[in-house]
């Protein structure tokens, strides 16, 4: 396709507008002329994640012509392949097979609107739910395999529907989807980085891309220019990873959280497409979780580790040997709790997070996270000490004397609940903690079949399309767990028929 | 030509026993492998698409080593049997030859975003 080339006049002033005085070095200055294509494509995807994954192979199934995906890492699968994978589907197989009888889409939406506090967007959530067993219908046919009569009831779902993949990471749906899109004939490509969108006036035309690009370095590979005819589908997920841009949108997010998504999450191309007028919603409701261990990469062990750590165990400030919080709070009270733990330069105190390994020595929680050494078996509070920097004298008077509270069933300090809670002997399983940032509610505003709208029209940007974790005002204040994987593969399909339904009104 | 450097590859496989090559300094300032020597004395043009300018892509891997699913890698290395990263459950065929190797320094695997203690730079 190299000699091929398709030319694009421009009428003057039409593309960009005022926008791009602010991005230099953009298209702006070949867009006054013409543009020389290097290729085009019917259907053009950034972002290979579920949502990307799901829409490619759904359009492609539309019939409606060749269909390009984009992914400007050096792996399929973003954020998604590496996540729990997790998927709430009302009404699944297994969740029939034990007897629930009574859960349907609007039984999750229930569920979903309690966490949204208001912020939510029912009629979206609702297409979504309606969507489910689809997405698990796609899923099967694709080859994913689930854990074998497994479906359980997650964090805030008043029913047990959560069902989880055979190995417990997104990856084994995303391995599938591909897998199934190149059988198909839909075309992959890595390190394509979108450098820019080129409009004509109202319409997405196609985007400008650096193709062999090397995350981060934006310096690598070189700029060629892809046309869409018929569509461009973003589905290039969150920003959790843009330190710079969480840091502005929510200034209590602090540059020393990690975050449990994939290096490239960023974001840089919903910036692109607000740049071009898309209308951003909620970008300041970002989620976090105050379970991350700074001593491993990613979403991690130390989640389900502090499962037991939490209800067994207590939580010690290594600065002064101490409990500083109540360890059954909410995310929100132990993420700041956690987080005022510094030394005098600014720099994380990690706390540590101790409790009786005997009880759970083959607990797979336990093992993965001793074999991972982001947790440590230690014999003696000496050792803990030692081990953590501690003053050895002030843990072993906070440790006596949480002992004699959990004897009580009473917690005078801060007033935890008890109940779970076991007398600390050693030997001990000791973990880290820190917060980590994990999901963005907010993003670009979609109409309900994934139209992107344009903030200054508040009409549809003709021909884009966003789907997945980049849109925004969904889920509202909080997402439950469970429901991004369902939202992607779900709207991967509703933007298929969507786009079709808007090649027959164009004709 | 392909036809030379696959003779050469597997002589090399085969008397040293080895797959992954120490990293030497090959011409000038440039690191490489000592099993890509060959390569070198041919230029920079195989595997950069014609010009040393150019990044490489898989496509000078593959020709050689065929793709990620045919490479076998040595499961006793290996810290547990799931730590297989040419089938890797999160991405399998879905990776690029770059994402855990590099030519001219020493690299960490994508895995080891995460994955810290599994694997090390190679």
Known sequence: ?507 | MNKLLLTALLSFVVSQGAVAGELVKMKGSTKGRVNHEFIYQDGCQSCHQGSGKKNATDAACVECHGDINSIDVDETKLAIPEADPHKSLHYNQGASCLACHGEHEKKAPVCAECHRTWFEEM
């Open chain 1, 1 to 507: 396709m190299q000699g091929r080339r398709n030319f694009l006049k421009l009428a003057a002033g039409a593309t960009v507008g005022g926008v791009a005085a602010t991005l230099p070095g953009t298209v702006q200055a070949k867009s006054c002329g013409e543009i020389s294509w290097s290729e085009t494509v019917d259907t053009l995807v950034v972002g290979s994640g579920f949502a990307g994954l799901s829409a490619a192979l759904n359009v492609k199934r539309q019939g409606l012509g060749s269909v390009l995906v984009l992914e400007k890492m050096q792996v399929i699968g973003g954020n998604s392949a590496i996540n729990g994978g997790w998927l709430a589907i009302p009404k699944n197989p297994t969740q029939l097979a034990q007897g629930i009888n009574d859960d349907s889409p609007e039984e999750l939406i229930k569920d979903q609107i309690i966490s949204g506090r208001g912020m939510h967007n029912e009629a979206a959530l609702r297409q979504i739910a309606n969507h489910a067993l689809d997405a698990y219908e796609l899923c099967i046919d694709t080859g994913v395999k689930f854990k074998k009569d497994f479906n359980i009831q997650v964090g805030g779902h008043n029913k047990a529907r959560a069902i989880r993949t055979q190995h417990g990471t997104g990856g084994d749906i995303t391995t599938k989807l591909y897998e199934a899109g190149v059988k198909e004939g839909v075309d992959y490509r890595l390190q394509h980085y979108i450098e820019d969108f080129i409009m004509d006036g109202q319409q997405i035309i196609g985007v400008k891309v650096r193709k062999n690009y090397r995350f981060p370095d934006l310096k690598t590979g070189s700029s060629v220019f892809i046309k869409a005819n018929k569509a461009v589908i973003l589905a290039n997920g969150g920003f959790a990873r843009n330190m710079a841009l969480r840091e502005v949108v929510d200034p209590s997010l602090d540059p020393t959280l990690d975050c449990t998504n994939a290096l490239g999450a960023t974001g840089e191309v919903t910036l692109t497409a607000m740049a071009h007028g898309a209308l951003p919603v909620h970008m300041n409701l970002i989620q976090t979780g105050h379970w991350g261990s700074p001593d491993e990469g990613g979403f991690g062990w130390s989640n389900a580790l502090l499962s037991i750590g939490w209800h067994q165990g207590a939580a010690i400030s290594v600065l002064n040997g101490k409990r500083f919080m109540d360890e059954r709070a909410d995310r929100k009270t132990c993420s700041e709790a956690i987080m005022k733990n510094r030394y005098q330069d600014g720099s994380p105190a990690y706390p540590i997070v101790l409790f009786n390994y005997n009880n759970y020595a083959e607990d797979h929680r336990v093992t993965r996270a001793i074999r991972d050494k982001m947790a440590w078996k230690l014999d003696s509070l000496d050792d803990v000490a030692a081990q953590f920097n501690i003053p050895a004298s002030e843990l072993k008077r906070s440790i006596s004397e949480y002992n004699t509270h959990v004897n009580a069933r009473k917690d005078p300090l801060f007033n935890r609940k008890m109940d779970t809670a076991e007398v600390l002997t050693g030997p001990f399983v000791v973990s880290r903690i820190w917060p980590k940032v994990h999901y963005c509610m907010g993003g670009l505003k979609t109409d309900l079949a994934a139209r992107v709208i344009d903030g200054r029209s508040m009409a549809p940007i003709k021909n884009l399309y966003a789907i997945g974790e980049v849109t925004g005002g969904i889920h509202g204040e909080a997402r439950l767990s469970s429901t991004s994987c369902l939202e992607c593969l779900a709207m991967g399909i509703v933007v298929s028929t969507t786009i079709k339904a808007d090649l027959k009104g164009a004709v």
